[in-house]
């Protein structure tokens, strides 16, 4: 989970907006990376917990925004012709962690940032069913810029061509900008290691 993830997600909360939500985010950005980590937690336990949704879609499933199977052409199993004829229940299965503390990097407006993060309750994928619940939240003066480490390390997905820190680290497929569900936004990054 990024800063600029959140914080796009509290703009949109807000606001109603996706182009607002993922073009005002009051954080530095540079070639369309924004200045802000991934979060870094000690992690005290960690588990699974699943869920049960149901999809009531409104309008036609594009299927070009679904992931496609081992074959690559057709749609993954779990979401099959019936499924999404039917827009059916769906069983997801989530990693469950606690920690007493969730830290991020970021360079950006300090005041705007605290304002959108102003009575937040709540954090993370399952935020409306109780989880994630924040306890504080404080924002302090630090010399990383949200990108790279004091060793070099990425601290965030960062397209391995914007890149300018340890290239011996770590790739991976991710997504590394708003709309992280979209494919588009997907590339080969360099990642934390944790990721």
């Known amino acids: 989970m990024t800063l600029d993830a959140l914080l796009a997600g509290l703009i949109f909360d807000q606001t109603g907006d996706v182009d607002r939500a ?8 540079s070639q369309g990376v924004w200045h802000a980590s991934a979060a870094f ?12 949704a149901n999809l009531h879609a409104k309008h036609d499933l594009d ?3 679904i992931a496609k199977g081992k074959d690559g052409l057709k749609p993954h199993r779990s979401l099959g012709l019936t499924r ?9 299965s989530y990693k ?18 605290g304002r959108l993060l102003k009575g937040v309750e709540f954090i993370g994928k399952r935020r409306a069913s109780g989880f994630g619940q924040v306890g504080r939240l404080s924002i302090e003066p630090a010399d990383l810029d949200g990108l790279v480490g ?9 397209p391995q061509e914007l890149f300018n820190g340890d290239r011996s680290s770590v790739k991976a497929d991710a997504a590394w900008r708003p ?17």
Not at 22 to 29: A, F, R, S, T, V
Not at 150 to 158: D, I, S
Not at 179 to 195: D, G, K, M, S, T
């Open 22 to 29: 993922h073009g005002e985010i009051p954080l530095q950005n």
């Open 96 to 113: 469950l962690f606690s920690a007493p503390e969730l830290t991020w990097y970021a360079q950006g407006d300090a005041d705007a940032i």
């Open 84 to 92: 999404r004829r039917e827009f059916g229940a769906v069983f997801n």
């Open 41 to 52: 937690a000690e992690k005290i336990d960690t588990n699974k917990k699943g869920f049960v």
């Open 179 to 195: 709309a992280y569900w979209h494919p588009l936004n997907r590339a080969i990054c360099f990642v934390p290691e944790a990721l």
């Open 63 to 65: 299927l070009n925004l």
């Open 150 to 158: 004091h060793f070099g390390e990425p601290l965030r997905p960062v």
